[in-house]
C-alpha cells in the first residue's frame, strides 16, 4: 500500500471510530424506572425502583457507584431514600456485567411521588468531560393527580408541563428545561426509547437517540411514536470544573425525566 493511500485509510479508519465513540458517549442515560408509576387503590401499595446508568436504547450498560443523593418529595416533604438502595450486579444485552442500584418503597399517602436521584460524577473518557445526570420519575399514588409539576429543587431539572403520566402513544409531552431554577432557552434534549427486550432495530444510527431543542422559554416539545419508556436527557455544561489525573475537564449536567406511554386498549 503506497503511504498517501495508507495514511487516507488510516485517517479514515480514526474518522469513523471517533464518530462511533461520539455516538455512544452521547446516548448516556441515568434511569430511575419504578414497578408502576400509576398505584391504584387496589393495586399493591410497595413499588420497586431500579436505578441504572445506560445506553437505554442500545442496551450497554455503564457501572455505577452510590449515588450522592436518592430521595422522593411529596408535597412539602423531602425524604432521603439514600440508604434504601442496595448495590446489584445485572447483565447488559451484550451479557457483560455491570454495577447498578435497587431501591423500594412503600406508598403511604395519596399525591404524586417525585422519585429523584443526584449520582456521583462519571468520568467519561471519550468526552474528555464528567457526566452527572438528575434524574426524575413521577409516580402517581391512589388516585391524588397533585404534584407532578412541582420542582425538587435540583442544580438542573426538568419541570413537566404536560402530566408525566397517563399518556397514550403518540401523545405530545412537553418540559421546561431549568438550570439553578431559571429556564435555560436553546437546550438540546436528546430523548431515547427503553428498547429493553432489544426487539426495536434502529435503521440508522440518528435514530437511536432523538434530538430536539428548547424554546426560547426553555421549552421543548417530543410525540412519544411507541408504547414504553421515554427518557428526555436536557444537557448543558456546569460552570464549574473537575480534576482528573491532575488536569481540569468540564461537567456536562444533564436534567433526565422518564415517561412512559401506553397503547390505547391495552393493559397496564
Known sequence: ????????????????LWASAGSMAN???????????????????????????????????????M??????????????????????KVKDRAGETFTAFKGAYTLREPGDHIFYVEPKPYWEPAEESFIVHYTKVIVNSLGMEEGWDQEVGLKTEIVPLTRPYGLWTGN???????????????????????????????????????????????????????????????LNTDDATLTHEGKEYPVEIGAVLWVKAYDMGKKK
Open 67 to 88: 449515588p450522592a443523593r436518592f430521595g422522593v418529595v411529596i408535597g412539602e416533604k423531602n425524604v432521603d431514600l439514600l440508604s434504601s438502595l442496595k448495590e446489584v
Open 172 to 234: 405530545v409531552f412537553q418540559g421546561i428545561v431549568k438550570v439553578n431554577g431559571k429556564p435555560a432557552p436553546f437546550t438540546e434534549v436528546e430523548v431515547e426509547y427503553y428498547n429493553e427486550d432489544g426487539s426495536v432495530k434502529a435503521p440508522a444510527d440518528p435514530m437511536i437517540t432523538q434530538v430536539v431543542k428548547a424554546d426560547e422559554n426553555g421549552v421543548f416539545t417530543y410525540a412519544m411514536p411507541k408504547a414504553g419508556w421515554w427518557g428526555f436527557a436536557a
Open 1 to 16: 500500500m503506497k503511504k498517501t493511500a495508507k495514511a487516507s485509510w488510516i485517517a479514515a479508519m480514526g474518522l469513523i
Open 27 to 65: 446516548a448516556h442515560f441515568e434511569m430511575i424506572i419504578p414497578s408502576d408509576e400509576m398505584v391504584s387503590q387496589s393495586e399493591k401499595r410497595e413499588i420497586a425502583l431500579d436505578v441504572v446508568f445506560t445506553h437505554p436504547f442500545e442496551g450497554h450498560g455503564m457501572s455505577s457507584v
